[in-house]
């Protein structure tokens, strides 16, 4: 029942931030609005140590127990804002996808450009399903960078 549950949460919650809009020809530039930074288990896990260990700060009035729980939350707050850096005025242009029969790899080519800016290291791309490898690359700045991304086509037609 919790599966279900977690799926149906998943789906709605896929399809309002995803699919916001149709899909745009050519290259396409990530702004801040389009950089999600969702929560994972281990981050929801980390934000309720961080409440845990405030409760016993306040609890028992430990001053050492304030300090750590705030380094902790700005550590937080900084690789946020660094991830989101990271992904800022990058580019993606797609590729050439060569043509397959069902049941085989789809492979999709994709360019990662970067027109000034800093180098953006670490980049993890992958398609949303669950399963799937993602391929991790590095672009240096004013550099570009190419990833083949591969799922399954298990039928015929367009993929969906």
Known sequence: MAGALHALYRKGRDKWLFQLRDAEPGTVT?????????????????????LVMLIGALNYNLGLGFALTC????????????TARNLAKL?????????????????????????????RYALWLGFQADGEPRQVADVAADGASALTL??????RGWLA
């Open 30 to 50: 990530l702004t801040m609005r389009r950089v999600f930074i969702m929560p994972t288990r281990a981050g929801l896990a980390f934000a309720g140590l961080l």
């Open 71 to 82: 380094f902790a939350g700005a550590c937080a707050v900084a690789d946020m804002y660094l």
């Open 91 to 119: 580019q993606l242009a797609p590729g050439r996808a060569a043509p397959v029969f069902a049941g085989e790899a789809a492979q999709f080519e994709l360019h990662l450009l970067n027109r000034g800016g800093p180098d």
């Open 150 to 155: 591969s799922t399954p086509a298990p039928q």
